[in-house]
């Protein structure tokens, strides 16, 4: 049970749903609820390589914790000694519950679990499922709504982020990650070295998603600006590997969705989020450069499957081309 501390250090909502769960089972079944919490020993090792990575360990602990109660309430099994006929059932009980793209996330899940404990065999059983993952682009924001966000942006830092995310492709976890370091500035204009470091929660998703990208002018002028202000505040240059949107992500979207309250901005299709940002990036570049492979690489896509559903118009677009269709 000390393990579950980790658990609870890293996800306390998570800790609390898995001790009313054994407690629940208790209640049930003495028997069973050992075994659950026998399972969540290989569990927790798993999800502790993930542990700066907040967002990652909270989606993989919350798939393995559904397919631990399912084998143990139904088969009362530990998860490590499970075959074909447990997995089976797990997952034509998981198809009548779960969308095709939730089916792919409980696939890699339970593959890498396998994997890193060392059940090949079972971990080939898992990837031989097959589910067709649904790409779909939610965005329908619009050049000019990005400007009037921006104008109502009030910290300079939540500034450059928005432009990062909306002109460079970035993730939001991607520009909280940069630091003074990973800015290359020449004649005419500046890049942004997008690295993984493992050490902090924000950067890279991992070592393939490192990757160079262009930012923009008006990008610049605000780098300058807070280089500026720090300077003034501490009377030297910031540290190569200080963060320059020294901000948690709570607290970045926070002051993203005040500003864009503060636009105005309503009655979107779509929530609007720092994510659709990053969407907004790929559709604008589809719209003006059209350069599929380009943006596979700048966006840090795996798959250009992925970046594909950047060539679908939005309805703003599709209007847009009827009215000048139409005269």
């Not at 074909?84 to 899940?109: I, P, Q, W």
């Not at 404990?117 to 097959?130: H, L, R, S, T, Y």
């Not at 460079?168 to 004649?187: H, K, N, Q, V």
């Not at 990208?213 to 590997?241: C, D, F, M, N, R």
Request: net charge positive; aromatic share 12%.
């Amino acid at each position: 049970m000390n393990q579950l501390e980790i658990i609870k250090k890293i996800h306390p909502n998570q800790y609390k749903r898995i001790m009313k769960t054994i407690a629940t089972l208790k209640n049930k079944n003495l028997h069973v609820a050992r075994i659950f919490t026998k399972n969540l020993i290989p569990i927790i090792g798993f999800i502790s390589r993930f542990h700066q990575r907040r967002n990652t360990s909270k989606s993989y602990l919350n798939v393995l914790v559904i397919f631990n109660s399912y084998i143990t309430v139904t088969f009362k099994k530990h998860i490590m000694e499970i075959g074909n006929r447990e997995l089976e059932a797990y997952f034509n009980y998981a198809k009548e519950k779960y969308s095709n793209n939730t089916l792919v996330l409980h696939r890699d899940v339970l593959r890498a679990f396998y994997r890193y404990n060392d059940k090949v065999e079972m971990a080939k059983k898992v990837g031989q499922w097959k589910f067709i993952k649904e790409h779909k682009f939610k965005v329908d924001l619009t050049y000019e709504e990005i400007m009037r966000i921006l104008e109502n942006v009030d910290d300079a830092r939540v500034r450059l982020a928005v432009l990062f995310i909306a002109f460079s492709g970035m993730r939001p976890s991607e520009a909280l990650g940069i630091c003074w370091g990973d800015i290359e500035e020449t004649e005419d204009m500046a890049l942004a070295n997008i690295k993984y470091r493992p050490s902090i929660k924000y950067g890279a998703k991992g070592k393939s998603g490192e990757r160079t990208v262009p930012i923009s002018k008006e990008a610049i002028i605000v780098l300058s600006y807070l280089k500026q202000k720090y300077i003034e505040k501490y009377h030297t240059l910031p540290s190569q590997g200080q963060r320059i949107i020294d901000l948690s992500y709570t607290m970045l979207r926070k002051k993203f969705l005040r500003a864009v309250n503060r636009a105005g901005i309503k009655n979107k299709q779509y929530p609007i989020t720092l994510h659709k940002l990053r969407h907004f990036f790929g559709h604008y570049w589809m719209d003006k450069v059209r350069d599929i492979v380009k943006l596979k690489e700048i966006m840090g896509h795996s798959d250009i499957k992925t970046t594909l559903i950047y060539t679908k118009p939005t309805k703003e677009e599709i209007i847009q081309k009827y009215k000048e269709l139409n005269g």
